[in-house]
């Protein structure tokens, strides 16, 4: 079966620019967690999607961040007016059950973004 | 009280050896301890995990110890391997919160 996909794999953009990562997580799970990771740092929670409650947004470190989950599966990052220091490698994780901490979490491999 | 203090930083292992990784919590609420591995331009993957009702569980080279009076857990690679050269992230985890509390990682090198 197929992991979590994430796309692009890399994206090079311009300060200023809006940019959009997109996560497929494993199917049939219903929890998705967005981290960005900074070089040689840990990982620094953005947003938490549980089926179709309320997702926790309390990561995002501007209201630059947004994201979304359509029909339970697929979620978009977005980063408005993208600034040097959100370069950093996005990952997304996806977990079942309910989401639990205690549940095992499936990363996808990054979006590695660089901001010139 | 959220954190999950993680050292060293960085380590060197000769072929063979025993590589230990150390992490420290402060919330007693925790009761899940997870230990996750990456790789290069791969995202981590769950290595082994604990619960606090045992203090030591292994897999293969692979054992946590953990002492709950003390609230520190550590990751022991036996035997270790060029192959185990990675990043390290220990995490933390209570049963009513769906959050994993990070360590801030180890980046391992095995020296052939």
């Known amino acids: 079966g197929a992991g979590v996909s994430q796309s692009p794999s890399n994206k090079v953009t311009e300060k200023g620019k809006d940019v959009e990562l997109r996560c497929d997580p494993i199917s049939g799970h219903t929890a998705l967690y967005w981290y960005r990771q900074s070089l040689g740092q840990g990982l620094e929670f953005l947003i938490y999607f549980q089926g179709n409650s309320a997702p926790d947004k309390s990561g995002l470190p501007s209201d630059r961040f947004s994201a979304e989950r359509t029909g339970g599966s697929v979620s978009t990052l977005t980063i408005q007016r993208t600034q040097q220091e959100d370069s950093a490698v996005y990952l997304c994780a996806s977990s079942t059950k309910w989401g639990a901490g205690t549940d095992t979490q499936y990363f996808g491999p990054g979006t590695r973004l660089t901001v010139l | 009280q959220q954190q999950v203090k993680q050292s060293p930083q960085s380590l060197i292992v000769q072929k063979g050896g025993i590589s230990i990784i150390n992490c420290a919590y402060e919330?007693?609420?925790?009761?899940?301890f997870p230990w996750y591995q990456q790789f290069p331009g791969k995202g981590p993957a769950l290595l082994i995990a604990?619960?606090?009702d045992v203090s030591e569980k292994k897999e293969g080279r692979f054992t946590i110890s953990f002492n709950k009076s003390a609230k520190q857990f550590s990751l022991h690679i036996m035997d270790s391997q060029p192959g185990d050269s990675a990043t390290y992230f220990c995490?933390?985890?209570?049963?009513?919160?769906?959050?994993?509390?990070w360590g801030a990682g180890t980046k391992l090198i095995i020296k052939p």
């Open positions: 604990i619960r606090p």
């Open positions: 919330n007693t609420a925790f009761d899940y």
């Open positions: 995490a933390a985890s209570g049963r009513s919160n769906y959050q994993l509390i």
